[in-house]
């Protein structure tokens, strides 16, 4: 357990000096020995978790997605709603999850499959509103897959918005705008009603986050530890 | 008459070859230097037209907005329809637009005001939204500003998407989709009803576009033989 801690721990250095380095030079210009130099791992280490640059990419590209699942809610919609509160935190607090995004909508980056994050998006987001749809959440004449890529595209667009225009200060605010806009075009009335769209959700979401992380890592901490 | 459409040629010249520049080295990297051998005008007809630089990237970020004001409509958000949809066929058909496009998201462009382009489109939605709005022809409860940002940072995330997918050839029914979601949420029900957000709008739109570019490029071409 001790060793996989610290596997951990240095997949997430290399991770975020990949990343760091990527923004930088851009991915085409990067080179694995800027990498190695500012991880300050040996090619050994390095190597051990990525085989390539490719391979890099596509690790800090995955970075942008949850590992765990959300808590589940009674319903569906919500965990959409969700799941746009936690990724809006996660973009204004995690250096990691802003190269995800900043390399995926990177368009010098030729030679990464930067359709990869979004299909995977794509896939999550559609993969609620199936659900939603079987539940009788969302009004039968509803797409699944044009509302899931509208999601995704949109989504990006609002963040890349707000990240030039303040930082992201405004990003929790962009996605509750997002929300209203669209979800009483695809969610029955009764459902709508009950959904709590509400800047105080996003912030109890983001602290149950945090705290859940912190968690994590205290165990991962005294693991090492033993 | 004829100075004035060689220097309008000129202008635009000069304009592709700082787009392809900036396209290809990225926006910090390119030198006058390169787009002067690639414009393959004098260094004085560059400067004639650009001081720096930074105005050459003002005017690449410019040329994504129209020249001239949409054909006006009864309906104002009609207007609003139609400007999705020719900035959806000028992205997928003129490379000036798309590079206009690409220089905004350059998240390596630090040194450009990558703002203004965003806050050029926000300000066009929100004056039709604020007409649509003394028209009678939106919700009460519609915040101008909200909405029209969320226009604006949509449609940038849903054509990004769609470039990166299938190099935009979906762009048009990804415009449909968005206003599909959004419109229903401003729209008085009985204004929704008139709206023509069909695909063959779109394409009857890009066929006028074209015409009157054409009678224009004919215009100048015969002034310029005088």
Chains 1, 2 share one sequence.
Do not use: N
Not at 47 to 73: C, I, N, R
Not at 110 to 115: E, F, H, K, L, P
Not at 173 to 185: A, D, E, G, N
Request: hydrophobic share 45%; proline share 3%.
């Amino acid at each position: 357990m001790a060793q996989q801690a610290r596997a951990i721990r240095t997949r997430r250095i290399i991770l975020d000096s990949a990343a760091a380095v990527f923004a930088e030079r851009g991915y085409e210009r990067a080179t694995i020995g800027e990498i190695l130099a500012r991880a300050g791992v040996t090619k050994g280490a390095l190597y051990f978790h990525f085989a390539s640059k490719e391979e890099l990419a596509l690790g800090v590209l995955s970075a942008q997605l949850l590992d765990e699942p959300l808590t589940p809610q009674d319903v569906k919609l919500q965990e959409l709603v969700d799941q746009g509160f936690l990724l809006a935190h996660r973009l204004q607090t995690d250096s990691l999850v802003q190269a995800s995004v900043a390399l995926a909508l990177d368009s010098g980056a030729t030679s990464v499959d930067r359709a990869a994050p979004f299909q995977a998006w794509v896939d999550q987001v559609a993969e609620a509103l199936t659900v939603a749809k079987a539940r009788g959440e969302i009004l039968p004449h509803v797409k699944v897959l044009d509302t899931a890529e509208l999601f995704s595209g949109a989504f990006a667009g609002i963040q890349t918005m707000s990240q030039v225009v303040c930082d992201r200060d405004d990003l929790t605010h962009r996605v509750v705008v997002l929300l209203q806009h669209v979800l009483p075009s695809i969610s029955t009335p009764a459902v709508l009603t009950g959904l709590d769209m509400s800047q105080e959700r996003a912030k109890r979401l983001a602290a149950d986050y945090e705290e859940s992380r912190r968690r994590h890592e205290d165990a991962d901490g005294t693991d090492a530890e033993r």
